[in-house]
């Protein structure tokens, strides 16, 4: 063994890889599989590795590793209009991509002649896998050229991932349920809706759901009490003056994002409409926006963050399965989602007219 490789082997506590294994009754070789994430190890074996790292405190010396398998470029491939959405993305693809010392490429793109000249252009900057975010991991024009190119990819946040393509999402079916059925159970029967961009299929899920959970409580939504939203604050704001100019006004807004959301809280303060007291709105994500405006918006949290670094953590998985030559694999991984009550929502201020 070089001395590179008796470095990357020694973690940074003093504890080593063979020493783990020992403790553990394994192989360094499966201790090195649960370290990276890889899922071709049984829960029990991958339970007794971890117990063993604890107890021996031992901790992946990156910095050495790296020296010793090369640096590991992940690419990530963006075209989303929520910068909120972006920024936790982002924040999570980052940290993860240190605890596995790897490089992370950003690439924007718009359009399919756009994605195509991104993919290239992180390919030739040496990305050895790429993950792709909403609305992208829709684009199956792009998802193809990945496959084409046999380069390991997961897409991030589709509500409809597809066979062969590794992903990380939530259930933005039950999600927008789960917000519709809450509202109701305030009392808001004359509820309105901020779709969001028809591109995603998260936008088109959290609508349906929402149509589905009303008709289900008997109730009708007039064609006047859906707005078009696009994700973005200003089509969220466009969208919040048409539904606030209607008699009577809706009592309660459900924005298909956080960003649209905070826009419907800004024209309702506008119009000197008091949230919640005149008016609830809640929204979707869980975005640092959601903290930030006031009142403090009611939505679903949706764990952007920790999709990003599970992402991050399969993607490397598919890479270093490639350079082993193990069969690929592409797993579907499923998180929870959580509905946030803040101050943005109340009861019904009046009865459905």
Not at 293 to 300: A, G, H, Q, S, Y
């Amino acid at each position: 063994m070089d001395d590179v490789s008796k470095q990357a082997a020694r973690g940074a506590g003093g504890a080593t890889v063979y020493d783990v294994a020992r403790a553990a009754g394994v192989s360094a070789m499966t201790v090195s599989r649960v370290i990276n994430g890889n899922s071709h190890v049984s829960e029990a074996t991958r339970d007794k590795v971890l117990a063993a790292i604890a107890s021996l405190r031992y901790q992946v010396n990156h910095a050495a590793r790296a020296a010793r398998i090369g640096t590991l470029r992940v690419g990530l491939l963006y075209s989303n209009p929520s910068a909120a959405f972006l920024s936790a993305l982002l924040v999570g693809a980052m940290d993860q991509c240190g605890q596995n010392g790897a490089q992370l490429l950003l690439e924007r793109c718009d359009g399919l002649s756009s994605q195509r000249k991104a993919i290239e252009r992180l390919i030739a900057e040496g990305a050895d896998g790429i993950l792709v975010p909403p609305p992208l991991c829709d684009a199956e024009e792009a998802l193809r050229q990945l496959d084409e190119i046999g380069i390991p990819t997961v897409a991030v946040a589709t509500a409809r991932p597809l066979t062969g393509v590794a992903a990380v999402r939530i259930d933005d079916y039950e999600g927008a349920r789960t917000m519709t059925r809450y509202l109701l159970s305030l009392g808001h029967q004359n509820i309105a809706f901020v779709k969001g961009d028809p591109e995603h299929t998260p936008a088109q899920l959290r609508y349906q759901a929402f149509m589905d959970t009303m008709e289900e409580a008997g109730l009708a939504v007039p064609p006047q009490r859906v707005a078009q939203g696009l994700f973005t604050y200003r089509s969220g704001l466009t969208a919040a003056r048409s539904l606030l100019a209607q008699e009577p006004r809706p009592t309660a807004i459900f924005a298909s994002n956080d960003d649209m959301a905070a826009a419907v809280i800004a024209v309702a303060h506008g119009m000197h409409l008091q949230v919640p007291e005149d008016l609830t709105v809640c929204g979707f994500d869980d975005t640092p926006v959601a903290t930030t405006v006031w009142p403090e918006l009611t939505t679903i949290h949706q764990p952007i963050g920790d999709m990003a670094r599970l992402a991050v953590d399969l993607l490397v998985d598919q890479v270093r399965s490639h350079r082993a030559g193990e069969s690929r694999h592409a797993p579907h991984r499923l998180l929870p989602y959580t509905l946030v009550t803040r101050e943005s929502s109340a009861g019904s201020p009046a009865p459905y007219q």
